[in-house]
């Protein structure tokens, strides 16, 4: 599989207020392919029970993100959380390490505004910032 796998900050960002992001993220979003996780879903959601997000209804919500960035779901499956293991302890969001170990495993390149997750790029994750 090949193209760019969206993390949290840089779907809601891409979503609400595309100016915030770098040239290069904005131009890579428009050429695709995008990849959303269900684990973007998952803490889209968890923010949104905390009161830090109002997204409206969950699904609906969704649904739109894959539509507006025209972007193609990723389920979290086995392979992905046996990579987590193998990863550096740079970054102690799990979220964000769920995410990274997607992007390695499928061969696609993480978008992200996170600059910690930088400290990750190597031959198997390429980090779009």
């Known amino acids: 599989m090949n193209g760019y796998l969206l993390d ?3 779907a809601l960002i891409a979503l609400t207020d595309p100016a915030r992001l770098s040239p290069r993220v904005r131009a890579v979003i428009r050429a695709g392919p995008n990849i959303l996780s269900a ?3 998952w803490e889209v959601l968890l923010k949104s029970m905390k009161g830090l997000l109002k997204i409206g209804d969950p699904l609906t919500w969704w649904l739109d993100a894959l ?3 025209a972007a193609t779901p ?3 499956r086995p392979e992905h959380v ?5 990863l550096p302890p740079i970054h102690r969001d ?4 769920a995410l990274i170990a997607q992007a390695m495993v499928e061969s ?4 992200t505004t996170d600059r910690e997750i930088l400290r990750y790029a190597s031959k198997r ?3 779009v910032s």
Do not use: G, K
């Open 8 to 10: 949290t900050s840089a």
């Open 39 to 41: 684990i973007v879903y």
């Open 67 to 69: 539509e507006q960035l």
């Open 74 to 76: 990723l389920m979290l």
């Open 82 to 86: 046996a990579e987590i293991c193998h």
């Open 94 to 97: 799990p979220f964000d390490r």
């Open 108 to 111: 696609l390149s993480l978008v």
């Open 125 to 127: 994750l390429r980090v």
